[in-house]
């Protein structure tokens, strides 16, 4: 007869394997969910700035509560290295310009028209400039986001492009410009900062002063009086812009980035929800339809 300890016992390996499998499910499922609050997050903070009385001042509001929230944390971080900078002084300048215009076309257009142009279209142009400047190979997968994309953009441009919102539409598609470039230039300078949270959120803090002195010094009385009524909005907004970034940031630690980056773009889908029900834009099925196109032809082209 063979000994008991001539048998060895798998169980205890068995165990462990699926605690880990199960540990990993709930990992996944945490990093899910979070993402999803992200996405709603930027969603979110672009709602405070197209409902508010008035955008710009909604738009320097959000700003500076960010910069705020940044200068508490920036001491407790490591700057970010020399060599990026650069990087950082241009972002600033492309982020400045970002709020300008998301402020402009949330004053002449619906948000459920130019929200999912802008956010889904920054990848298109992003995959543009790879293919042609940097020489980038994209496959068929590729190809069929891009495509996916413009049908989609296409879409949302017949829904409704005269007028006021034909204007919107263009200043969309120039923010979308906006944001691809500022997404290639972070790409490069949080590679080199070596600190990616203190590189973001310098640009968030040095974003934030020179809006905050044009609002002082053009339109100092009105800017207060505003402030003093809608700070809760304002802090809301820049809260949403941080989590929505430091989110995905995190995330893209814990699971593939071109998955997290994919899952971000429901916030075209939030987008959509919260212009109809809180902001009560009419949004008709041709709108809801090429919003929903945006979206996953960008999610394709994130996981391409």
């Known amino acids: 007869m063979r000994s008991r300890e001539a048998v060895p016992w798998q169980g205890g390996d068995h165990l462990f394997q699926a605690n880990r499998i199960g540990c990993l499910i709930i990992m996944s499922l945490t990093v899910f969910i979070w993402?999803?609050?992200?996405?709603?997050?930027?969603?979110?903070?672009?709602?405070?700035?197209?409902?508010?009385?008035?955008?710009?001042?909604?738009?320097?509001?959000?700003?500076?509560?960010?910069?705020?929230?940044?200068?508490?944390?920036?001491?407790?971080?490591?700057?970010?290295?020399?060599?990026?900078?650069?990087?950082?002084?241009?972002?600033?300048?492309?982020?400045?310009?970002?709020?300008?215009?998301?402020?402009?076309?949330?004053?002449?257009?619906?948000?459920?028209?130019?929200?999912?142009?802008?956010?889904?279209?920054?990848?298109?142009?992003?995959?543009?400039?790879?293919?042609?400047?940097?020489?980038?190979?994209?496959?068929?997968?590729?190809?069929?986001?891009?495509?996916?994309?413009?049908?989609?953009?296409?879409?949302?441009?017949?829904?409704?492009?005269?007028?006021?919102?034909?204007?919107?539409?263009?200043?969309?598609l120039c923010n979308a410009l906006v944001i691809a470039s500022y997404t290639l230039v972070d790409g490069a300078g949080v590679r080199l900062s070596g600190s990616p949270v203190a590189y973001t959120l310098w640009i968030f803090l040095l974003t934030g002063v020179p809006l905050l002195v044009w609002a002082v010094i053009v339109r100092a009385g009105q800017f207060f009086r505003y402030a003093r009524k809608n700070w809760m909005l304002g802090a809301a907004g820049g809260a949403g812009t941080l989590l929505s970034y430091g989110v995905a940031l995190w995330a893209m630690t814990r699971a593939p980035v071109a998955m997290i980056a994919a899952l971000r773009e429901t916030s075209i889908l939030f987008g959509i929800l919260i212009s109809a029900l809180v902001l009560k834009e009419h949004v008709g099925r041709q709108r809801l339809l090429a919003a929903a196109i945006i979206a996953l032809g960008a999610g394709i082209l994130r996981l391409a």
């Open 35 to 172: 993402v999803l609050l992200a996405a709603a997050c930027h969603a979110t903070w672009n709602a405070i700035v197209k409902g508010g009385a008035d955008t710009l001042l909604t738009t320097v509001l959000v700003a500076v509560s960010a910069m705020l929230m940044g200068a508490v944390v920036l001491p407790f971080l490591a700057p970010p290295a020399q060599e990026s900078w650069p990087f950082i002084a241009v972002s600033t300048a492309l982020q400045i310009v970002y709020y300008l215009l998301l402020a402009k076309t949330y004053q002449i257009a619906d948000m459920s028209q130019t929200y999912p142009v802008m956010r889904g279209s920054a990848p298109l142009i992003v995959a543009g400039i790879g293919v042609v400047f940097l020489h980038d190979a994209i496959g068929l997968a590729g190809w069929l986001g891009i495509a996916v994309i413009c049908l989609g953009v296409l879409s949302m441009a017949l829904a409704r492009a005269t007028g006021k919102s034909g204007n919107g539409m263009r200043l969309a």
